[in-house]
């Protein structure tokens, strides 16, 4: 018989050398998506005092804009958490998808407030979006409570075998 035991395998890259690239892109990463949110705030602010009519076009795209630096800035965190802890963190990508799908709604509901002569084409297919971007909402506040949920089952497990 061969001998049961497999002899460890050697990585041509140590792995010590890939944890170090992995951190650097990490903070890499971490420092151009702050970049990123600095100047679409600052394009943000420049947009909303150049936008002609204020009331309700520059305000809809001002709240849009926001969320999206909103948007940015989770992302921002989910990876600081993962340089941090080491994981991707699934609250995190939920918060983010809540949001923009939220932005979608309010972006759909605002172009069907300020649009005149929209055919019923445009209309139904409106009320298809939102409809799709409600459900998404609806399921991604579910998952967070499943998560939770999951989270709190261990440690609920242990105390009741104490």
Request: aromatic residues 10%; glycine residues 6%; hydrophobic residues 55%.
């Amino acid at each position: 018989m061969e001998n049961d035991i497999e002899p460890e395998k050697k990585s041509l890259v140590p792995s010590r050398a890939v944890e170090i690239m992995e951190e650097v892109f990490h903070v890499v990463l971490g420092f151009f998506l702050f970049g990123i949110a600095v100047a679409a705030l600052i394009y943000s602010v420049i947009r909303v005092f150049t936008t002609s009519p204020f009331f309700p076009t520059g305000m809809i795209q001002s709240i849009n804009d926001i969320l999206f630096i909103i948007i940015i800035l989770e992302i921002l965190r989910t990876v600081i958490a993962r340089y941090t802890d080491g994981v991707f963190q699934l609250q995190n990508f939920l918060i983010i998808g809540i949001i923009a799908a939220v932005r979608h709604i309010l972006t759909v509901g605002a172009y069907m407030t300020l649009g005149s002569g929209k055919t019923r084409e445009e209309f139904d297919r409106a009320v298809i979006e939102l409809s799709i971007s409600s459900g998404i909402v609806v399921a991604l506040v579910l998952a967070i409570f499943l998560a939770k949920v999951a989270e709190s089952l261990p440690s609920k497990a242990q105390a009741i075998t104490k």
